[in-house]
């Protein structure tokens, strides 16, 4: 059974950082992309970040326009975690964060093209 699990979630004053990250289990995504969502209330659940592989060890990284500059996404040394490091926050970053995998290399923008998803984690940034 596949899993995902988040941590690093929190509040945050306008400005500052948090680091989220997400740990896979139950299936290798060694070539499969792997990235982040977020929803925030009554809004529907939108593209954060995600990686995708061009080559056996090589990602590119693809980035909502609102978070270009600020977030950045990186995958472990395993390639069953990610990370989304995340600078300058803004009070509209502020969301439940889901980490999401899908059984290809390629990324996606689409909620409903991932596979898999973990439970969220909550990021607040006060003003």
């Known amino acids: 059974q596949v899993q995902l699990v988040e941590s690093g979630g929190g509040l945050v004053q306008a400005g500052g950082s948090l680091r989220l990250s997400c740990a896979a289990s139950?299936?290798?995504?060694?070539?499969?992309?792997m990235g982040w969502f977020r929803q925030a209330p009554g809004k529907e659940r939108t593209f954060v970040a995600a990686t995708r592989w061009i080559g056996r060890s090589t990602y590119y990284a693809d980035f909502a326009d609102s978070v270009k500059g600020r977030f950045t996404i990186s995958r472990g040394n395993d390639k069953n975690t990610v990370s989304l490091q995340m600078n300058s926050l803004k009070p509209e970053d502020t969301a439940v964060y889901y980490c999401?995998?899908?059984?290809?290399?390629?990324?996606?923008?689409?909620?409903?093209?991932?596979?898999?998803w973990g439970q969220g984690t909550q990021v607040t940034v006060s003003s």
């Open positions: 999401a995998a899908r059984t290809t290399s390629a990324s996606t923008a689409r909620p409903h093209d991932w596979d898999y």
């Open positions: 139950g299936r290798t995504f060694s070539d499969y992309a």
